[in-house]
């Protein structure tokens, strides 16, 4: 705990601020510093550096890119990897784990050990990994890094600690899963094929071991070639040579037969006693021919499963296969049961398939009971005990983006009325025909933890949705999905005012304003409109209050304060002539030009509303003499006010939402009035139209700098750092200099030096680093509040700072924040009760609150893309200012309430993560912590209450994380367990006589063909081991785990059980032998002891 005090005691010398807050002399980068003041504030800081950590906690939504897929159906967890490195791990809901490689390679294929807590995954940059799951978070026990060869499939037969590896070369090898090292048991290409073949038989595209005998692996290699190779002798039992390209293939759980799929559409199966040709060809989806020639080919069957029931016919289920003649037909899995033939349409690629069965044993019935279907952009599950085949209803939020995400915002600490509300209205919309059977992947352990607390993150959508989310306790659950389109009238095609503005997506959604107590919520969309939404249990019929505002300004070069002298010739009061009003004479243009009309027309009927969000008020800013209007870059709303507040790089406009009309709409430049810190000239007459690249293209290529926002003068530096990927014409339409309003913050504060008691004001940042006060006067009894005007007036007050400025925030002379006074939420369509009429209920947190005498003022905090400064008002002196970068920018700045004290985060452009506190400004944490390698993370990146934030990690996935070291230390206990103690399956006995005569007749123990004492040493150079960082929890789970040791000395048992009885049975045989041997012995001494040695 540290006590400050504005008058330090010789620490510091004091520097004079001018009127604008600005010191005249400027700290160091990085050192805050004081300025005298009339009075002592007395401040008890209670936030250190050591109450920070910053880590991430859990990711939410679908793999972004997917590449692979695998299922352990004894421990029913389930592993996705993807083209970026990364493996999600996904049991019941609240089991969700995400692992991400160092190296970044995409990952080929994930493998489980079956009931062992542990995966093999194999990358693009040929590296097998062993990791292990026995921890909540996963780490990397093993690697190892192939030299010579590309690895192209990978086998692991249940209950083996033998990894098979297909290579591009054509060659397998084995790797011990337990050392990870390689075997120097190798099956050469050259060897596995004839010695006549004159070809390369191409990559391994299959590894499996036959049910009959694990002591047979079956070889698909890509030209078509299979290979049944004998493990013991060492050579091969058959080949098969096919004309068409091999995908995959099945085995039958007898092994007495195989089905390929190849790359002409066609399937064919094999039996093992006639390998010269395959007995059954069949194209699935082909056409057949009259005169009985071979159907036309089809596109290729990618991978292909083979199923046996015991009361039915087998299922046969494939990927791909469709005809060529059908263009743009959705990729399909095919079912094949008996005589039925069922194709489910996709609406995304298919990427991989695994079919879920009652038993690993391959050589057991299958039972086959549901399909895993890995999409392109979506996971689903098929239900096959149902002839329908219905899907499950997913758990996991795999929608995310189902409309790509625009703009995000995170409540912790809701009012906990909030998420079942929600949640039981959003329920009655959701959709219906899931399977009734209860969701198959439900591995692994989670409770609720401790700390826990109602939060509600909101994504706002390229098609105009908007989804509230539920995220309590690191889960994530959708409660309810608005439509804002639904306000306005589809676009005509060809409707040239909106093409101009943008091509696609008119209602895409910009940024939202919500208010958790009185249920207001504010949507913000591309087209220049802000929709204005309150909450109802009920349904009503209602029309829907348009508003259309012309807000229009003359581009001006400032000139900053200090080029005054130089320039004073060049000014004029023509500069700051006004706006024409709309329907003035000034305003007039001639027919062929657009002016005075919205971008979207809004339904001018009476629309019936469903319960939820029912849109009140609709404000459109118009076009203007032929120009579309610009883009809203900041939006504030209040409650407790009934305002509304909007800018852009124009102007502003305050909105009074209860009596629904415009109080305020001004350029930025006539609300300085003659305070303006800035001289201006008037530029050369040049149009300058909208930049509206389109709120949906944020992909991993694109690093514009559009921020929603002008650029400053000072934003040189950001030039900088994103030049390699930034085009000519985003940076010269950067170099606009008009001044845009980047910020609106409703508050209880001083509008004048004299006031002697705070009232409500309009704080407004604009893009030039000024900040302005608004004087509110508003009614206060609540009828008059319906009926007399609001006034909206300029204070005169003027601050500056450098940058563009970000955020505000209000402590009070003890160093708490200030809450936002805010309207209790009543039901707008509620029946109306006579004996207990509505009123309005407002709370208001005044700054003078939490004082002993009323009006000692409050602390106003500021912060910039460069500064953070902290002003007392109403004197408007400036008491502490941090340069927080010089180098780069910042993105993102809150005031946020944690460890029951108040700070201000920063999220710069460097990667860079800071806390300080408030109100000194001290540095408490400065974190290079996610470097921002595309536009995304810059429009979605936002800080919460509590120690937390998000940001939008790739098109598809939300990242939580933690700044606080109470919630890094309790996540480990949030956390799910992906592993839990199961009994492996016992295997079916199948009885005397088939075991007899079908069964496995021989035992196979490999560890005594691929051990070191039989196989020797690989190659060194073949394969490099790398050992893993696990951690000490990794370690010692790995080396010193009772239930690993359990499970590796089960394992070792089973796999040398026949040899120890073997071994038993030579033994016994020997002892009897030494026995007989000593008799025989002891009876020739006898014979012999008395005899003289010449008589022998």
């Not at 007036?793 to 970000?806: A, F, H, Q």
């Not at 944490?925 to 934030?949: H, K, S, Y």
């Amino acid at each position: 705990m540290k006590k400050f005090r504005k008058v330090l005691d010789g620490l510091t010398t004091s520097s004079p601020v001018n009127i604008g807050g600005a010191p005249l002399c400027s700290s160091t980068a990085g050192t805050p510093t004081a300025a005298p003041t009339p009075r002592e504030i007395e401040v008890v800081e209670t936030l250190v550096s050591e109450n920070f950590q910053i880590c991430k906690t859990v990711r939410h939504g679908f793999p972004h890119q997917p590449t692979a897929l695998a299922f352990d159906p004894v421990q029913k967890i389930l592993a996705i990897g993807s083209r970026t490195g990364g493996v999600r791990i996904l049991g019941r809901p609240g089991v969700d784990c995400y692992c991400q490689h160092d190296s970044g390679a995409a990952v080929l294929q994930l493998q489980f050990l079956i009931n062992e807590g542990a995966l093999v995954t194999a990358c693009a940059d040929d590296t097998l990994h062993l990791w292990n799951l026995r921890q909540k978070r996963p780490a990397i026990l093993h690697s190892l890094k192939f030299n010579r060869e590309c690895i192209t499939f990978c086998h692991l037969p249940f209950q083996s600690k033998w990894l098979y590896v297909g290579t591009e070369r054509g060659n397998t090898h084995i790797v011990n899963i337990e050392s990870f090292v390689l075997s120097g048991y190798v099956i050469m290409w050259n060897k596995a094929i004839e010695l006549s073949t004159k070809t390369h038989p191409g990559p391994v595209v299959h590894l499996s071991d036959s049910p009959r005998d694990e002591g047979k692996l079956l070889i698909g290699f890509e030209s078509g070639t299979v290979v049944q190779w004998d493990l013991r002798a060492k050579k091969a039992d058959f080949r098969i040579y096919y004309d068409e390209a091999i995908h995959s293939v099945s085995w039958h759980h007898e092994g007495k037969q195989f089905m390929c799929s190849h790359s002409d559409g066609s399937l064919t199966t094999w039996s093992l006693r006639n390998t010269a040709k395959p007995f059954q060809v069949t194209f699935p989806h082909g056409k057949t021919q009259r005169d009985g020639r071979k159907p036309e080919s089809c596109k290729p069957i990618l991978k292909v499963d083979y199923k046996t029931t015991r009361n039915s016919e087998p299922f046969i289920i494939f990927s791909g296969g469709l005809s060529y003649d059908k263009a743009n037909r959705r990729p399909t899995l095919t079912i094949m049961h008996g005589k039925s033939i069922t194709a489910l349409e996709m609406d995304h690629p298919i990427v991989e398939f695994l079919t879920l069965c009652e038993t690993p044993y391959a050589n057991e019935v299958q039972e086959p009971y549901a399909v895993a279907v890995l999409l392109e952009k979506d996971f689903i599950v098929v239900d096959l005990t149902q002839s329908n085949y219905p899907i499950f209803e997913n758990p996991y939020p795999m929608d995310i983006h189902e409309s790509p995400v625009t703009c995000t915002a995170y409540f912790a600490d809701c009012p906990p009325e909030i998420i079942p509300v929600l949640y039981s209205i959003g329920a009655k919309h959701k959709k219906q025909g899931y399977s009734h059977k209860e969701w198959p992947v439900s591995g692994g352990t989670w409770t609720l933890g401790a700390q826990t607390y109602p939060e509600i993150i909101i994504t706002g959508h390229a098609d105009g949705s908007i989804k509230f989310w539920d995220a309590s306790a690191i889960t994530l659950q959708m409660l309810y999905k608005l439509k804002t389109s639904k306000v306005f009238e589809k676009p005509k095609v060809g409707d040239g005012r909106v093409a101009e503005l943008v091509e696609e997506d008119p209602f895409a959604v910009q940024m939202v304003s919500w208010c958790p107590q009185s249920r207001l919520l504010c949507v913000v969309g591309i087209s220049a409109h802000v929709i204005l939404y309150r909450f109802s249990r009920h349904d009503a019929t209602t029309e829907i209050t348009a508003l259309e505002v012309r807000l229009q300004c003359d581009v001006e070069e400032p000139i900053s304060p200090s080029e005054t002298d130089a320039n004073t010739g060049l000014l004029d009061a023509s500069l700051h002539s006004p706006q024409h009003p709309p329907g003035s004479p000034g305003s007039a243009t001639p027919d062929s030009v657009r002016d005075s009309i919205p971008c979207l027309r809004v339904k001018n009927r009476p629309i019936r509303m469903p319960p939820g969000y029912q849109a009140d008020l609709v404000v459109q800013l118009l076009w203007v003499d032929g120009e579309p209007p610009q883009q809203i870059t900041s939006l504030d709303i209040n409650s407790a006010y009934s305002l509304l507040a909007l800018g852009n790089c124009n102007g502003l406009v305050v909105v009074d939402y209860l009596q629904k009309n415009v109080l305020l709409c001004m350029s930025t430049l006539e609300l300085y009035g003659s305070n303006d810190p800035y001289q201006r000239l008037t530029r050369s007459p040049r149009k300058s139209r909208q930049f509206a690249a389109g709120l949906t293209e944020l992909t991993d290529n694109q690093v514009s700098l559009e921020l929603d926002r002008s650029r400053s003068p000072t934003s040189e530096s950001r030039e900088n750092s994103f030049s390699r990927s930034r085009s000519s014409s985003v940076s010269s339409i950067d170099r606009e200099t008009k001044e845009a309003v980047t910020v609106l913050r409703f508050m209880e504060s001083y509008a004048h030096k004299v006031d002697a008691v705070p009232s409500a004001c309009l704080w407004v940042g604009t893009s030039l680093g000024v900040v302005l006060v608004i004087a509110l006067s508003i009614p206060t009894d609540e009828e008059e509040r319906l009926e007399e005007p609001v006034t909206v007036m300029p204070s005169g007050t003027v601050l500056t700072i450098k940058g563009s400025v970000l955020t505000f925030g209000s402590l009070d002379c003890n160093g708490s924040l200030v809450s936002i006074p805010y309207e209790v939420w009543r039901d707008p369509h509620a029946p109306e009760d006579p004996d207990c009429p509505r009123r309005r209920k407002l709370v208001n947190f005044s700054p003078s609150t939490s004082q002993d005498t009323p009006g000692e003022g409050h602390l106003a905090v500021v912060c910039s893309e460069k500064q953070a400064k902290v002003f007392f008002m109403p004197a408007q002196t400036c008491l502490y200012v941090h340069h927080i970068t010089e180098t780069s920018f910042v993105l993102r700045a809150d005031v946020v309430s944690v460890y029951n004290s108040v700070c201000l985060a920063c999220f710069c452009a460097n990667g860079h993560v800071m806390m300080l506190s408030l109100p000194s400004l001290r540095p408490l944490l400065d974190v290079n912590f996610l470097p921002l390698t595309d536009m995304r993370i810059a429009r979605t990146f936002c800080f919460a209450e509590g120690g937390q934030a998000l940001y939008l990690s790739s098109p598809t996935e939300i990242q939580r994380i933690a700044y606080s070291q109470d919630m890094c230390d309790s996540l480990q206990e949030m956390l799910g367990e992906l592993f839990t103690p199961v009994e492996t399956p016992e295997a079916q006995n199948k009885g005397f006589l088939k075991g007899f005569f079908g069964g496995n007749a021989q035992t196979f123990d490999r560890e005594e063909l691929f051990g070191e004492a039989a196989a020797g040493k690989a190659s060194r150079s073949l394969a490099q081991h790398i050992p893993g960082q696990g951690g000490l929890e990794g370690m010692k789970a790995a080396a010193g785990g009772v239930v690993g040791d359990l499970a590796r000395a089960r394992m070792a048992a089973e796999e040398r059980g026949q040899r120890l009885g073997e071994l038993e049975e030579r033994t016994a045989l020997m002892m009897s032998s030494a026995e007989m041997f000593s008799k025989h012995a002891h009876e020739l001494m006898l014979k012999c002891k008395d005899k003289k040695w010449y008589q022998f």
